[in-house]
């Protein structure tokens, strides 16, 4: 008895074991056939490579956009390429944001200006 009451705990903690594994195969999958994550890597990558042209090291850099999601993305865009992220009460030098633009290469554009005196 005590024998099959270890084999049955063995094998519920291999199962245990390997769920994160089908997960992370289910997903990869997922992200292979579906393609949506590839376009949202691009977007990310492209808007990263704007920030290295646009924005100079140092700058005080306010993010103004609607979706917080992308508030998030775009705040740590700003700090990896040596901005420093405030909000825009504090004074910033650039306010930046993400613009839909059809013309760019992913449909996606980083607008980067000057804030208004006050």
């Given amino acids: 008895m005590g ?4 084999m ?5 903690a291999l199962l245990q074991a390997v769920r994160p594994a089908l997960h992370s195969a289910r997903a990869g999958i997922r992200i292979v056939s ?26 005080r850099v306010a993010v103004v956009d609607e979706d917080a999601e ?3 993305r775009l705040s740590e865009l700003a700090t990896l390429h ?6 825009a009460a504090e004074h910033p030098d650039l306010e930046v944001s993400r613009v839909s633009d059809p013309a ?5 554009g980083l607008l980067t200006r ?3 005196a006050r």
């Fill in 34 to 59: 579906d393609g949506s994550e590839r376009a949202f890597l691009d977007q990310l990558e492209y808007l990263s490579d704007e920030f290295q042209r646009q924005v100079p090291v140092g700058a």
């Fill in 3 to 6: 024998r099959l009451l270890v």
């Fill in 82 to 87: 040596g901005g420093i992220v405030v909000l």
């Fill in 114 to 116: 000057r804030p208004v």
């Fill in 70 to 72: 992308w508030t998030m």
């Fill in 8 to 12: 049955a705990l063995c094998a519920v």
């Fill in 104 to 108: 760019a290469p992913h449909g996606i």
